[in-house]
């Protein structure tokens, strides 16, 4: 699984690694689950989370190549059109919201 806020890295800001329990979310944060087809393994993961994670608003993104399963936290809600081609830029499809 991978797990990344908007700064870039997979480690959070104290360097540690992310355990991947479900972060925190911020009064009026919105979180969202996609669906992406065709991620495999960690660098599958890693570069569907640095494509979405550009998206304006985002806060954080974790990406799990076994389940298919992307899920985003925003400051508001995503065009889906804007993270399907997030998703497309990365060499995946979005298959919608889980």
């Known amino acids: ?3 990344l806020k908007n700064s870039g890295s ?5 360097g540690s690694c992310h355990s991947g329990a479900a972060a925190g979310t911020r009064d ?4 969202t689950v996609y669906k992406v087809s065709g991620m495999t393994c960690g660098h599958c993961e890693g570069a569907v989370s640095r494509e979405i994670s550009a998206l304006d608003g ?3 993104v974790t990406a799990v190549a076994g389940t298919g399963e992307v899920t985003v936290t925003s400051a508001a ?4 059109e804007a993270v399907r ?3 497309d830029e990365a060499g995946y499809e979005l ?3 889980a």
């Open 85 to 87: 081609t997030a998703v």
């Open 58 to 60: 985002v806060t954080a």
């Open 77 to 80: 809600p995503l065009d889906e």
């Open 10 to 14: 997979c480690c959070s800001t104290d």
């Open 28 to 31: 009026g944060a919105v979180t």
């Open 1 to 3: 699984m991978t797990d």
């Open 95 to 97: 298959a919608g919201t």
